[in-house]
């Protein structure tokens, strides 16, 4: 049976908070998996996301001149409080929210697991994430033009099939292994490139 998106994104939400729980003052500055950032900042960028409307979205991109890398960074460091806890409790506060700016709705699920990975692998933490975010995550990045973060101009030239699920998207040389290396690679997570096998391979590390 299919569950709502919001039921999938509320529960890795709850699981994210609960990981952050219990970490010191160097854990929260220590580099994440997203370049220049520190788990404090992925952090601070969920609390931003999840606040996030259609309208405020809209404002904010204009305000960052159509920069989305800006717009990130202003609106990260809009949403990081004075201290980590600070930020904590801001995401706590807004992980039941069901707001979203003007994307997919398994863009929600895509942010939610791959920067939970973004935050988790740097600082040792592993989570059995359930198939079937995963699943939904991967297959709305292989929709997604690559201007918008996503990699469906990769899928025409790799066929990706995961190992764990049932899911075999794209054409050409076969890359496969478990559904949430492929989501990280796809969504440009070099850290993942040691979980897949198989011809296409080269070619998804030359193009991701």
């Known amino acids: 049976m299919t569950r709502d998106v919001w039921t999938l994104v509320h529960a890795e939400r709850a699981a994210l908070v609960g990981d952050l729980a ?3 003052d160097e854990q929260w500055e ?6 220049g950032w520190t788990v404090h900042d992925v952090v601070a960028h969920l609390v931003d996301s ?6 405020s979205f809209v404002v904010g991109l204009v305000r960052a001149r159509f920069d989305f890398d800006r717009q990130n960074a202003l609106g990260a460091a809009r949403a990081r409080g004075a201290t980590p806890q600070e930020t904590l409790d801001r995401f706590r506060e807004a992980s039941s929210r069901r707001s979203t700016p ?3 709705l398994e863009s929600r699920l895509v942010e ?3 920067h939970g990975e973004d935050i988790r692998r740097p600082l ?4 059995s994430y359930p198939p079937e975010a995963v699943v939904r995550a991967l297959r709305l990045q292989t929709r997604v033009p690559s201007s918008f973060g996503g990699a469906k101009e990769l ?3 790799v066929q990706l099939r ?3 699920s049932d899911l075999t998207v794209g054409t050409g040389p076969e890359v496969t292994g478990p559904a949430l290396g492929l989501l990280l690679a796809v969504s440009g997570r070099r850290v993942a490139w040691d979980e897949l096998d198989g011809a296409g391979v080269p070619v998804l590390t030359t193009r991701a």
Request: net charge negative; glycine share 6%.
């Open 30 to 35: 220590r580099p994440s998996l997203c370049d």
């Open 124 to 127: 040792g933490i592993t989570r």
């Open 162 to 164: 995961a190992t764990d």
């Open 102 to 104: 003007p994307a997919p």
């Open 155 to 157: 899928l025409d030239h």
């Open 22 to 24: 219990g970490l010191d």
């Open 50 to 55: 999840a606040r996030s409307t259609r309208l």
């Open 112 to 114: 939610e697991v791959v």
